[in-house]
C-alpha cells in the first residue's frame, strides 16, 4: 500500500516542533527588568516637582533681593554724588559769615588797618579748612621743573639757577591729597 499524506500531516509536524522549541525555551529564565510600580513612579515625580518649585522660587527670591539691592546702591550713588560737596561747603559758611561782616565793616568806615588783619584772619580760617580737607599749596620754585607737577609758561635767563630749575611762579599749584588738583604756572630758568 501506498502512504497517502493529506493536507493535515505536515500542520501536525509543524505544531510539535513548535511545542518542542517551547518546552526547550521554558526551562530558560527570562531577565528580570526592575520596573517600578506606578504609585512608586507618581511619587518620586511630585517630589522631584516639589523640589524644583521651591528652587525657582528661591531663585525668584533672590532675583528680586539682587534687583532692590542694585536700584538702592544706584540710588545711594545718586544721593552721595549730589550731596559729596555738602560737608565742605558747610565748614565753609563759617567763612562766608566772616566775609560778610567784614565787607559790612569797610561800608562802616572801619579802621583800614583793622579791616586788613580781619581779611587776614578770615583768609587763615578758609586756608585751614581746605586743609583739613587735604588741599596743600605747592612749593615750586627752586624745584626741578616737572611737567606732572608744574606747566611752563616761559624760560627766562637766571644767573641764580642753573638750567631747567623752577626761578618764579605765575600761579600757585595745589594737591589735593595725592593728586595734583592744579598744577603751578611757572617760569623756568633756561
Known amino acids: 500500500m501506498h502512504e497517502q499524506h493529506t493536507d493535515e500531516e505536515p500542520k501536525q509536524e509543524m505544531d510539535a516542533a513548535s511545542a518542542e522549541e517551547q518546552e526547550e525555551t521554558a526551562g530558560e529564565t527570562a531577565p528580570e527588568v526592575d520596573i517600578p510600580d506606578a504609585g512608586e513612579a507618581d511619587g518620586r515625580i511630585a517630589e522631584l516637582t516639589k523640589l524644583a518649585d521651591e528652587n525657582q522660587q528661591r531663585y525668584l527670591r533672590v532675583q528680586a533681593d539682587f534687583d532692590n539691592f542694585r536700584r538702592r546702591t544706584a540710588k545711594e550713588r ?3 554724588a549730589q550731596y559729596a560737596s ?16 567784614a565787607i559790612e565793616a569797610a561800608k562802616a568806615g572801619g579802621d583800614v588797618e583793622s579791616f586788613s588783619k580781619g581779611v587776614e584772619m578770615i583768609f587763615r580760617q578758609l586756608e585751614g579748612v581746605l586743609e583739613a580737607e587735604g588741599l596743600k599749596p605747592m612749593d615750586a620754585v627752586g624745584q626741578p621743573f616737572n611737567p606732572d ?5 616761559m624760560q627766562v635767563e ?3 639757577y642753573e638750567d631747567g630749575i623752577v626761578v618764579e611762579e605765575a600761579q600757585k599749584g595745589f594737591m589735593l591729597k595725592d593728586k ?10 633756561g
Open 158 to 160: 637766571s644767573e641764580e
Open 149 to 153: 607737577f608744574h606747566q611752563a609758561i
Open 78 to 80: 545718586e544721593e552721595l
Open 180 to 189: 595734583v588738583l592744579r598744577p603751578a604756572m611757572v617760569k623756568v630758568s
Open 86 to 101: 555738602m560737608k565742605l561747603v558747610g565748614q565753609l559758611l563759617p567763612v562766608v559769615d566772616n566775609f560778610g561782616r
